[in-house]
């Protein structure tokens, strides 16, 4: 069987880091999104001979869920195996310096973008789901939040709570999408060296160069997550340790973060 995969901001970081694992694959085709058409076109020429198609697309735009639709209708007989919601960006700065048109910028790429492109392609996973065969690979929707999504540092509210608001809906999802065969899994990523996010500052000392993990990391979760089933998956892994004291000890790592050791600057994964 054909397994369709569709990755959102796969021109560099994360997303094309999961393109190259996805393409290594049996039997899988791509289909790729984000805005720079001539950085997907290299990749594609790249990931050969993986069939791969392209689009360039912003999904901030009104339009483009119907029009990556269409084009699964158009080039793939509306066939859709995997869904990874992973494109997303950073701006940094204190609520009250940004206010709110910082958050809403914030909701509308991590938050609204993917909700919007999952709700025009469910409809292609369901069928996809309804005609797998026992030991076909599984059906799914990967969304990748953030660690930030469950642990919040100053000057990164609004994205914090962009990838809150990801990983609460993520969980809702799973429960809704299990009774049609759709899984729904979740990664967090921590501090990842990407275009977007080169952690300069965490990887100029020595202490917290550790911190950084590798966008191939994030790659295998997001197959973990996945055809692989599992609800969720942090990466690297140690950063589960985060989200646990911050549940545990909320106090101390409130303290913690208010330091400004974990800081990084603006950033975007497309």
Known sequence: MVYIALVTGASSGLGEAAARRLSCEPDTELVLVARRRDRLEALAAELAPTPVTVIAADLTDAGAP?????????????????????????????????????????????????????????PLLRTAAARTADGDRRVCVVNVSSTAG??????????????????????????????????????????????????????????????????ETVADAILAAGPGGQAERYAPRPYRLAAAARM???AIVRRATAGGAFTTKTGHSE
């Open 66 to 122: 119907g029009r990556i639709r269409d084009t699964l209708n158009s080039e793939h007989g509306g066939q859709l195996h995997m869904l990874v919601n992973n494109a997303g960006a950073a701006w940094r700065g204190t609520f009250g310096e940004t206010g709110w048109a910082n958050v809403e910028r914030h909701m509308k790429l991590n938050f609204e973008a993917p909700l919007r492109l999952t709700e025009a392609l469910l």
């Open 150 to 215: 469950r642990v919040s540092r100053p000057g990164s509210g609004a994205y914090s709570a962009s990838k809150f608001a990801l990983a609460g809906w993520s969980d809702a999802l799973y429960a809704e999408e299990r009774p049609h065969g759709v899984h729904v899994g979740l990664v967090l990523p921590g501090f990842i060296a990407t275009e977007g996010f080169p952690g300069a500052e965490l990887l100029a000392n020595p202490l917290t160069r550790w911190l950084v993990g590798k966008p």
């Open 248 to 250: 545990l000890v909320p």
